[in-house]
Protein backbone atom coordinates (compact mmCIF):
# COMPACT_ATOMS: atom_id res chain seq x y z
CA UNK A 1 0.00 0.00 0.00
CA UNK A 2 1.61 3.39 -0.85
CA UNK A 3 -0.70 5.82 0.82
CA UNK A 4 -0.58 6.66 4.30
CA UNK A 5 -3.31 6.47 6.30
CA UNK A 6 -6.07 5.56 9.15
CA UNK A 7 -7.85 2.63 8.51
CA UNK A 8 -10.89 4.58 8.86
CA UNK A 9 -10.82 5.83 5.73
CA UNK A 10 -11.38 2.01 4.11
CA UNK A 11 -14.66 3.41 4.51
CA UNK A 12 -14.73 6.21 2.53
CA UNK A 13 -15.34 5.70 -1.44
CA UNK A 14 -12.74 8.84 -1.65
CA UNK A 15 -9.88 6.99 -0.27
CA UNK A 16 -10.40 3.56 -3.08
CA UNK A 17 -10.87 5.99 -6.04
CA UNK A 18 -7.33 7.65 -4.75
CA UNK A 19 -5.97 4.23 -3.80
CA UNK A 20 -6.94 3.02 -7.29
CA UNK A 21 -5.32 6.12 -9.35
CA UNK A 22 -2.43 5.65 -7.66
CA UNK A 23 -2.26 1.59 -7.53
CA UNK A 24 -3.52 0.20 -10.58
CA UNK A 25 -2.20 -3.04 -10.37
CA UNK A 26 -4.26 -5.98 -9.11
CA UNK A 27 -4.18 -6.47 -4.92
CA UNK A 28 -6.55 -9.27 -3.50
CA UNK A 29 -7.23 -9.08 0.02
CA UNK A 30 -6.63 -11.66 2.49
CA UNK A 31 -6.65 -14.88 0.78
CA UNK A 32 -6.11 -15.26 -3.23
CA UNK A 33 -8.11 -17.55 -5.33
CA UNK A 34 -6.20 -20.99 -5.05
CA UNK A 35 -6.35 -21.00 -0.95
CA UNK A 36 -10.36 -20.62 -1.49
CA UNK A 37 -11.16 -22.69 -4.24
CA UNK A 38 -11.77 -25.85 -2.45
CA UNK A 39 -14.35 -23.80 -0.12
CA UNK A 40 -15.81 -22.20 -3.09
CA UNK A 41 -16.71 -25.17 -4.89
CA UNK A 42 -18.15 -27.00 -1.93
CA UNK A 43 -20.69 -24.22 -1.63
CA UNK A 44 -21.39 -22.90 -5.26
CA UNK A 45 -21.72 -24.81 -8.39
CA UNK A 46 -19.95 -23.00 -11.68
CA UNK A 47 -23.54 -22.08 -13.03
CA UNK A 48 -24.70 -20.12 -10.14
CA UNK A 49 -25.03 -16.76 -10.73
CA UNK A 50 -22.39 -14.87 -7.85
CA UNK A 51 -22.14 -11.69 -6.50
CA UNK A 52 -18.49 -10.08 -5.32
CA UNK A 53 -19.04 -7.34 -3.45
CA UNK A 54 -16.44 -4.69 -3.11
CA UNK A 55 -14.45 -6.13 -5.95
CA UNK A 56 -11.63 -3.90 -5.86
CA UNK A 57 -8.97 -5.02 -9.11
CA UNK A 58 -8.66 -8.10 -7.26
CA UNK A 59 -7.84 -11.16 -9.40
CA UNK A 60 -10.24 -13.47 -7.44
CA UNK A 61 -12.62 -13.15 -10.14
CA UNK A 62 -10.85 -13.90 -13.54
CA UNK A 63 -9.91 -17.03 -11.15
CA UNK A 64 -13.03 -17.74 -10.77
CA UNK A 65 -13.92 -17.75 -14.40
CA UNK A 66 -11.04 -19.31 -15.46
CA UNK A 67 -11.72 -22.09 -13.09
CA UNK A 68 -15.28 -22.55 -14.50
CA UNK A 69 -17.85 -20.21 -12.33
CA UNK A 70 -20.06 -18.88 -15.55
CA UNK A 71 -21.88 -16.10 -13.96
CA UNK A 72 -20.08 -13.35 -12.15
CA UNK A 73 -21.58 -9.87 -11.33
CA UNK A 74 -18.55 -7.56 -9.52
CA UNK A 75 -19.68 -4.20 -7.96
CA UNK A 76 -17.57 -1.44 -6.20
CA UNK A 77 -18.30 2.35 -4.97
CA UNK A 78 -15.39 3.29 -6.69
CA UNK A 79 -16.01 4.61 -10.53
CA UNK A 80 -12.18 4.46 -10.81
CA UNK A 81 -11.54 0.78 -10.25
CA UNK A 82 -14.57 -0.60 -12.17
CA UNK A 83 -14.19 1.71 -15.14
CA UNK A 84 -10.76 -0.10 -15.26
CA UNK A 85 -11.60 -3.49 -14.59
CA UNK A 86 -14.69 -3.53 -17.53
CA UNK A 87 -11.80 -1.91 -19.93
CA UNK A 88 -9.46 -5.14 -18.64
CA UNK A 89 -12.21 -8.06 -18.70
CA UNK A 90 -14.28 -6.78 -21.50
CA UNK A 91 -13.50 -10.25 -23.62
CA UNK A 92 -14.61 -12.03 -20.82
CA UNK A 93 -18.64 -12.50 -20.74
CA UNK A 94 -18.42 -14.32 -17.29
CA UNK A 95 -17.28 -11.22 -15.70
CA UNK A 96 -19.56 -8.21 -15.34
CA UNK A 97 -18.25 -5.03 -13.43
CA UNK A 98 -21.05 -2.33 -12.35
CA UNK A 99 -20.24 0.61 -9.77
CA UNK A 100 -22.43 0.34 -7.02
CA UNK A 101 -23.43 1.61 -3.16
CA UNK A 102 -23.44 -2.21 -1.15
CA UNK A 103 -25.21 -0.28 1.11
CA UNK A 104 -27.73 0.18 -1.51
CA UNK A 105 -27.79 -2.44 -4.22
CA UNK A 106 -31.83 -1.28 -5.68
CA UNK A 107 -30.43 -1.73 -9.36
CA UNK A 108 -30.70 -5.58 -8.46
CA UNK A 109 -34.01 -7.38 -7.98
CA UNK A 110 -34.23 -9.03 -4.46
CA UNK A 111 -33.85 -13.00 -4.81
CA UNK A 112 -31.53 -12.34 -7.92
CA UNK A 113 -27.97 -14.15 -7.01
CA UNK A 114 -27.43 -17.60 -5.37
CA UNK A 115 -24.54 -16.58 -3.84
CA UNK A 116 -22.61 -13.60 -2.53
CA UNK A 117 -18.41 -13.17 -2.03
CA UNK A 118 -17.65 -11.06 0.37
CA UNK A 119 -13.17 -10.64 0.92
CA UNK A 120 -12.85 -7.64 3.31
CA UNK A 121 -15.79 -5.36 2.50
CA UNK A 122 -17.56 -5.76 5.61
CA UNK A 123 -14.47 -5.21 7.13
CA UNK A 124 -13.79 -1.87 5.62
CA UNK A 125 -17.45 -0.60 6.26
CA UNK A 126 -16.66 -1.33 9.82
CA UNK A 127 -13.49 0.66 9.65
CA UNK A 128 -15.56 3.71 8.81
CA UNK A 129 -18.45 6.19 9.96
CA UNK A 130 -21.40 5.12 11.06
CA UNK A 131 -19.93 1.71 11.12
CA UNK A 132 -22.86 -0.55 12.57
CA UNK A 133 -25.81 1.20 10.87
CA UNK A 134 -23.83 1.08 7.51
CA UNK A 135 -22.57 -2.81 8.32
CA UNK A 136 -26.37 -3.31 9.20
CA UNK A 137 -27.67 -1.28 5.56
CA UNK A 138 -24.80 -3.75 3.79
CA UNK A 139 -25.70 -6.82 5.60
CA UNK A 140 -29.85 -6.47 4.78
CA UNK A 141 -28.80 -5.98 0.98
CA UNK A 142 -27.05 -8.93 1.06
CA UNK A 143 -29.72 -10.68 2.40
CA UNK A 144 -32.53 -9.16 -0.18
CA UNK A 145 -30.50 -9.63 -3.52
CA UNK A 146 -29.74 -13.71 -2.54
CA UNK A 147 -32.30 -15.80 -3.13
CA UNK A 148 -33.56 -18.51 -0.28
CA UNK A 149 -31.08 -21.15 0.41
CA UNK A 150 -28.58 -18.43 -1.31
CA UNK A 151 -24.93 -18.39 0.58
CA UNK A 152 -23.21 -15.25 1.28
CA UNK A 153 -19.51 -16.17 2.01
CA UNK A 154 -17.57 -13.71 4.44
CA UNK A 155 -13.84 -13.63 4.57
CA UNK A 156 -13.13 -11.76 7.23
CA UNK A 157 -10.56 -10.97 10.06
CA UNK A 158 -13.54 -10.58 12.52
CA UNK A 159 -13.62 -13.40 15.03
CA UNK A 160 -16.83 -14.92 16.26
CA UNK A 161 -17.13 -12.95 19.29
CA UNK A 162 -17.42 -9.72 16.86
CA UNK A 163 -18.82 -11.31 13.66
CA UNK A 164 -21.75 -13.43 14.99
CA UNK A 165 -24.10 -10.92 17.14
CA UNK A 166 -23.49 -8.98 14.13
CA UNK A 167 -24.92 -11.67 11.47
CA UNK A 168 -27.74 -13.17 14.02
CA UNK A 169 -29.68 -10.04 14.38
CA UNK A 170 -30.30 -10.46 10.96
CA UNK A 171 -32.43 -13.74 11.72
CA UNK A 172 -31.88 -14.71 8.44
CA UNK A 173 -28.99 -17.20 8.47
CA UNK A 174 -27.65 -20.19 9.22
CA UNK A 175 -23.99 -20.10 9.63
CA UNK A 176 -20.97 -22.87 9.29
CA UNK A 177 -17.52 -21.42 10.50
CA UNK A 178 -14.83 -22.38 8.62
CA UNK A 179 -10.92 -20.88 8.91
CA UNK A 180 -8.09 -20.85 6.49
CA UNK A 181 -4.40 -19.96 7.68
CA UNK A 182 -3.30 -17.06 6.80
CA UNK A 183 -0.81 -16.69 3.90
CA UNK A 184 2.07 -15.24 6.15
CA UNK A 185 1.45 -18.43 8.80
CA UNK A 186 1.47 -21.15 5.89
CA UNK A 187 5.16 -22.03 6.99
CA UNK A 188 4.98 -21.85 10.80
CA UNK A 189 4.91 -25.40 11.92
CA UNK A 190 3.41 -24.36 15.53
CA UNK A 191 0.23 -22.76 13.85
CA UNK A 192 -2.53 -25.31 14.30
CA UNK A 193 -3.74 -26.71 10.68
CA UNK A 194 -7.33 -26.40 9.85
CA UNK A 195 -9.05 -28.59 6.87
CA UNK A 196 -10.49 -25.36 4.89
CA UNK A 197 -13.30 -27.38 3.76
CA UNK A 198 -14.33 -29.07 7.42
CA UNK A 199 -16.57 -26.58 9.55
CA UNK A 200 -15.08 -25.79 12.62
CA UNK A 201 -17.13 -26.58 16.25
CA UNK A 202 -19.13 -23.32 16.89
CA UNK A 203 -21.15 -21.98 20.25
CA UNK A 204 -23.32 -19.34 20.39
CA UNK A 205 -20.99 -16.62 21.46
CA UNK A 206 -18.03 -18.47 19.76
CA UNK A 207 -15.82 -18.68 22.91
CA UNK A 208 -15.51 -22.66 22.14
CA UNK A 209 -13.44 -21.30 19.21
CA UNK A 210 -11.27 -19.07 21.08
CA UNK A 211 -10.43 -21.40 23.10
CA UNK A 212 -8.83 -24.06 20.67
CA UNK A 213 -7.44 -21.07 18.33
CA UNK A 214 -6.28 -18.25 21.21
CA UNK A 215 -6.85 -15.12 21.45
CA UNK A 216 -4.83 -14.45 18.56
CA UNK A 217 -4.81 -16.93 15.50
CA UNK A 218 -3.00 -16.43 12.50
CA UNK A 219 -6.24 -17.76 10.36
CA UNK A 220 -8.59 -15.17 8.51
CA UNK A 221 -12.36 -16.59 9.52
CA UNK A 222 -14.94 -17.46 6.97
CA UNK A 223 -18.85 -17.36 7.75
CA UNK A 224 -20.82 -19.44 5.25
CA UNK A 225 -24.34 -18.03 6.17
CA UNK A 226 -27.16 -19.84 4.05
CA UNK A 227 -29.96 -18.03 3.45
CA UNK A 228 -33.55 -18.95 5.64
CA UNK A 229 -36.31 -17.09 5.70
CA UNK A 230 -37.75 -19.39 7.92
CA UNK A 231 -35.89 -18.55 10.36
CA UNK A 232 -36.98 -14.69 10.49
CA UNK A 233 -40.64 -15.99 10.44
CA UNK A 234 -39.47 -17.73 13.48
CA UNK A 235 -37.73 -14.79 15.17
CA UNK A 236 -40.89 -12.59 14.59
CA UNK A 237 -43.17 -14.81 15.70
CA UNK A 238 -41.30 -15.69 19.18
CA UNK A 239 -41.17 -11.56 19.58
CA UNK A 240 -45.34 -11.46 19.01
CA UNK A 241 -45.32 -14.11 21.64
CA UNK A 242 -42.79 -12.47 24.13
Known amino acids: MTLGTTTQAYGEPSYWDNRYTQDPGPFDWYQKYPALSPLLHLYIPLQNRVLVIGCGNAAISEDMAKDG ?3 IVNIDISSVVI ?3 QTKYQ ?7 IQMDVRDMSGFESGSFDAVLDKGTLDSIMCGHSSQENASKMLEEVGRVLKDSGVYILITYGAPAYRLPMLKRQSLWAIKLHVVEKPMAEGNSEQIKWEL ?3 VSLDESGSSLETALGRTPE ?5 VCTKDESLKSSSSKQEIEF
Open 219 to 223: VHFIY
Open 83 to 85: EAM
Open 69 to 71: FED
Open 91 to 97: DIPALKY
Open 197 to 199: TNP
